[in-house]
């Protein structure tokens, strides 16, 4: 649940855009993707809603630092449960979503709103999303993993759009339906399956900048994978079975997958070659993911994702 006392006034009474970022780490953890964020939203009144999975995520000067922007609190909160309590808190007519370590480029939000107006037929608007962690083949093949399909340049209208690093939707096809939370990528998953309009528009850029180690990255792969299986749990009845089989096939196909989506993007071929390893190893975790999520539930796997 929330903390009343953490829930500030947004930036004006009807915004026609809010913007969600979830986090569980602890100030100044945030602050680099705030700091351009809240300049950003700014410029269109938008409101800002941030909810925290730790206290010592806000800080202790939140409210003169950042005038309007609405902090809502469950401590120990997966950031899926986090963002689904951003959403209950959010008023405006779309609903944009990004993440802790990643910066808006900007006018993003300025073009969030113009993109939604110039599309009212379309239920989600993807970005794209380019790579500020490139000192390590690690960090490359988790954003290549993760991203890649999102990294630009982007195919438009009917592709798969991006997920909680640079997305929005129309606030009316959103809900609070999943006991898990706000997962994107099942989330997209459902809005595809039901026809509805996708759009991805690469004028929206955001720059993903989370540098990790070979440990930290594995887990978090794996715990992803899980996550997203579990997720699927509830429409799946007898073929959860099945799906935990065919998850065992996942890296390869997932590799190929990769590999077509990323090369033609010839920026990203010389770093996408020398990750090629680490992407093997990173698609097996997501694969025993998977795999654990389908036979056993989540877990506390949602607990883990960053």
Same mark, same amino acid.
């Not at 925290?52 to 449960?81: C, K, M, N, Q």
């Given at each position: ?14 915004p ?5 970022? @979830? ?6 953890? $945030? /602050?680099? *993707? #705030? ?6 939203? %700014?410029? !269109?009144?938008?409101?800002?809603v941030?909810a ?30 986090l ?23 900007p ?43 999102? @990294? ?6 009917? $592709? /798969?759009? *991006? #997920? ?6 129309? %606030?009316? !096809?959103l ?46 792969h ?53 990750s ?11 694969? $025993? ?10 877990? %506390? ?6």
């Open positions: 649940m929330s903390d009343p006392s953490t829930v500030e006034k947004p930036l004006r009474d009807a026609h855009l809010s913007v969600l970022m @979830a986090t569980r780490h602890p100030w100044p953890a $945030a /602050r680099a *993707s #705030l700091d351009r964020l809240y300049d950003d939203a %700014r410029g !269109v009144d938008a409101e800002i941030v925290i999975g730790d206290l010592r995520a806000r800080p202790e000067d939140a409210v003169t630092r950042y005038p309007g922007v609405a902090w809502v609190s469950a401590p120990g909160a997966s950031v899926f449960a963002r689904a309590l951003a959403l209950r808190h959010a008023r405006g007519d779309v609903v944009a979503i990004t993440e802790d370590h990643a910066i808006v480029v006018g993003w939000c300025e073009r969030t709103v113009a993109v939604h107006a110039d599309h009212p037929e379309a239920a989600g608007v993807g970005g794209a999303v380019d790579n500020g962690a490139t000192e390590t083949a690690i960090d490359w093949a988790s954003f290549f993993i993760a991203n890649g399909p999102f @990294a630009p340049p982007l195919s438009g209208r009917g $592709a /798969r759009i *991006s #997920l909680q690093a640079n997305v929005s939707y129309k %606030r009316d !096809v809900c609070d339906a999943n006991p898990m939370g706000m997962i994107q990528h099942t989330l997209n998953e459902d809005l595809a399956a039901a026809g509805a309009t996708l759009i991805a528009d690469e004028r929206l850029v955001v720059v993903h900048d989370q540098s990790l180690s070979w440990r930290e990255h594995s887990a978090g794996f715990h992803n994978g899980r996550s997203i299986a579990a997720s699927r749990l509830s429409r799946l009845g007898r073929r959860r079975a099945l799906y935990a089989v065919a998850a065992l096939g996942l890296p390869p196909v997932m590799l190929v997958r990769t590999v077509r989506t990323v090369l033609p993007k010839r920026r990203y071929r010389r770093a996408l070659v020398a090629v390893p680490a992407i093997c190893w990173l698609l097996v975790c997501h694969a $025993a993911g998977e795999v654990a999520g389908y036979v056993a539930g989540p877990g %506390r796997s949602p607990e883990h994702v960053a």
